[in-house]
T-cell receptor, first 113, second 119 residues
């Protein structure tokens, strides 16, 4: 079975550019999560969805960040405009409603120059 | 507010030694879940175990064992006879069950412990 698929694996961009990260969850999972990992702040939950509906976006740092889930098999996290402090590894994870048993993708390493 | 503390930032042990990773948590809920996840060098986090707050029984899975003690708010992880493949970053995490319909899916992670097994 395919796991959670994220693209791209690596993204290098310049400050001010728009960045779009993509995620395909595991089929049948009804939760989708976006996490950010940095050395300074560790793993932070940005937003999560249940059945394509955002449940909690309190972790989204500011208005420059937005996330969508137009259908059960696809989600995007967009940063516009990007800033150097957004440099991090962004993880997508999905869950079959199993009390915190998450399945993570391989992450997108974002570097904003 | 919930909080997870992993005081050990990095640990190195020689292969075949036993090693314990510490995790201390804070929560006001009486119903909660504790987790351990492994992040190998490839990057993706992998679920290892979940315990609920009403089950303090220790658990053993092969070379892995977990010690849950509510009295000290700790959920420690021991690897027996460590192997090089155990080298990874290990995260402890917590979710609370009474913060709403979906709250038990919302994990708060500790900062992780980087474990290096020296051959």
């Amino acid at each position: 079975d395919a796991g959670v698929i994220q693209s791209p694996r690596h993204e290098v961009t310049e400050m001010g550019q728009e960045v779009t990260l993509r995620c395909k969850p595991i089929s049948g999972h009804d939760y989708l999560f976006w996490y950010r990992q940095t050395m300074m702040r560790g793993l932070e939950l940005l937003i999560y969805f249940n059945n394509n509906v955002p449940i909690d976006d309190s972790g989204m740092p500011e208005d420059r960040f937005s996330a969508k889930m137009p259908n059960a098999s696809f989600s995007t996290l967009k940063i516009q405009p990007s800033e150097p402090r957004d440099s991090a590894v962004y993880f997508c994870a999905s869950s079959p409603r199993d009390r915190g048993k998450l399945f993570f993708g391989s992450g997108t390493q974002l570097s904003v120059l | 507010a919930q909080k997870v503390t992993q005081a050990q930032t990095e640990i190195s042990v020689v292969e075949k030694e036993d090693v314990t990773l510490d995790c201390v948590y804070e929560t006001r809920d009486t119903t909660y879940y504790l987790f351990w996840y492994k992040q190998p060098p490839s990057g993706e986090l992998v679920f290892l175990i979940r315990r609920n707050s009403f089950d303090e029984q220790n658990e053993i899975s092969g070379r892995y064992s977990w010690n849950f003690q509510k009295s000290t708010s700790s959920f420690n992880f021991t690897i027996t006879a460590s192997q090089v493949v155990d080298s990874a970053v290990y995260f402890c995490a917590l979710s609370e069950a009474r913060g709403g319909a979906h709250s038990d899916e919302k994990l708060t992670f500790g900062t992780g412990t980087r474990l290096t097994i020296i051959p």
